[in-house]
């Protein structure tokens, strides 16, 4: 048994940014991560761009100005202007070369085709320079940057329609159990919904993590092993639940043995989650999680979650952790240090009744885990704790 300490850099060590490419549409890339820089195509702005609705002017000594025309966004006529002339203009139209500063409408005084400005204004007043953001052929974003919505916004505005990324993992799922029934079916006596598979779909949904199969499997040596070895093969990252604790139907860990899959560590001293597996064969990374749906889900917090953000090549990789002061009492049993399903808000911490780790109805309440280590036996109203926060 190892300690959460140890099992957290295990995991931490033993990944690596998975570094494959992919060409993307743009738009589906949302959450990757550029495996390359990209060189902007174009100026952007593409030509000089009015601020503002007002008038374009080629400025002179004087306030007051002659209007020749008008240039409204989408125009591509070009018009030239002498010194002490002005074209209507809107924002987005493209300013005419020979104009060298706009003024905004409000501040100006329009008499048929004469007009006059308020003040002065300096050159380039409200003008968007040509390539004032990227210019061609210049670095637009950089080889790792991160598409957000923005980046997507930015790059599209560049006309580039698709994207060389990171891969992200193909993660394999994996429920099994005589015992699991699909929801939507009767519920004969000894069975129960599978419910780990549709919880942890969820999980990586959330993080951004699509590429996922399903897969379910009896509690039966030969297919588990059959089964393992073909996902094991064809994904960067298999996650089990149950059939890993040492019940004579717990045929994971016996089968991972066989396929020759690289132990890193195997049952970790916390609760939940004593059973938790971590292994590796080539450069696919192997989670058994137990079975219980409370505890596979606080593992998959803990330590999935870090094996996917170093996949990924995230910086940080855990949760935050912040301090918070105790709202509730909480006894805890036994020398292993336990992560509690808890409701954090506002510096405050509730813990909450029913930490049973095949309860998941406290965790559909909770937006927190707090860690209780190996030396707390009780927690008191206002005690400090470190409070684990789960992705929203
Ligand atoms: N003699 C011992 N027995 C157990 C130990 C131990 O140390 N000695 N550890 C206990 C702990 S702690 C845990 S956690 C569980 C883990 O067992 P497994 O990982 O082998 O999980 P299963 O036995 O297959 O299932 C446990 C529990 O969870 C339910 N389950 C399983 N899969 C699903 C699913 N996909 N959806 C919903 N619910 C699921 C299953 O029916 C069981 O109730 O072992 C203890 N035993
Ligand atoms: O370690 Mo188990 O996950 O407590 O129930």
């Keep these: 048994m190892v300690s959460i300490h140890d099992a957290l850099n295990a995991v931490k060590n033993n990944i690596n940014p998975l570094f494959k490419e992919t060409i993307k549409p743009l738009e589906r890339c949302g959450g990757y991560y550029l495996s390359k820089d990209i060189v902007s195509p174009i100026n952007m702005p593409p030509f000089r761009q009015s601020a503002m609705d007002g008038y374009a002017l080629f400025l002179h000594s004087d306030l007051a100005y002659t ?62 320079p ?12 950089k080889k790792g940057t991160k598409l957000t919505p923005a980046a997507i916004g930015y790059l599209t505005s560049l006309g580039i329609t698709e994207v060389a990324v990171y891969k992200k993992p193909s993660i394999a799922l994996i429920t099994t159990g005589n015992e699991l029934v699909e929801p939507g079916k009767p519920l004969v006596y000894g069975k129960i919904y599978e419910s780990n598979s549709k919880m942890l779909l969820n999980a990586l949904y959330n993080l951004k993590f699509y590429d996922v199969t399903i897969h379910k499997i009896e509690d039966d040596y030969i297919k588990t092993k059959n089964k393992l070895e073909t996902v094991i093969n064809t994904n960067d990252m298999v996650i ?32 939940p989650g004593k059973p938790l597996f971590f292994g590796k064969k080539e450069d696919t990374a192997i989670f058994a999680l137990p079975g219980n749906p409370a505890a596979a889900l606080s593992c998959f917090y803990v330590y999935v979650f870090i094996a996917l953000q170093k996949m990924v090549n995230k910086d940080i990789v855990e949760l935050p952790r912040v301090k918070a002061k105790s709202v509730s009492k909480f006894e805890k049993r036994g020398d292993r240090p336990q992560f509690l399903k808890a409701i954090y808000n506002d510096d405050e911490v509730e813990i909450l009744e029913g930490q049973n780790s095949s309860m998941l109805q406290t965790f559909a309440l909770s937006n927190a885990l707090v860690f209780a280590p190996e030396d707390v036996s009780e927690i008191k109203h206002n005690d400090m704790l470190e409070v684990i926060l789960l992705p929203n």
């Design 67 to 128: 209007l020749i025309g008008e240039v409204k966004a989408g125009d591509s006529h070009e018009l030239v202007l002498k010194p002490g002339e002005a074209v209507r203009i809107f924002t987005g139209a493209p300013v005419p070369e020979t104009a060298n500063a706009v003024m905004m409408q409000e501040k100006v005084v329009v008499n048929d085709s004469k007009i006059t400005i308020e003040n002065d204004i300096p050159v380039a007043h409200n003008i968007r």
């Design 130 to 141: 040509l390539g004032e953001q990227v210019k061609t052929g210049e670095l637009a974003l």
């Design 240 to 271: 089990v639940t149950g059939g890993i604790s040492v019940g004579d139907y717990d045929f994971v860990g016996k089968a991972l043995k066989e396929l020759q899959v690289e132990e890193v560590f195997y049952k970790v001293k916390q609760k």
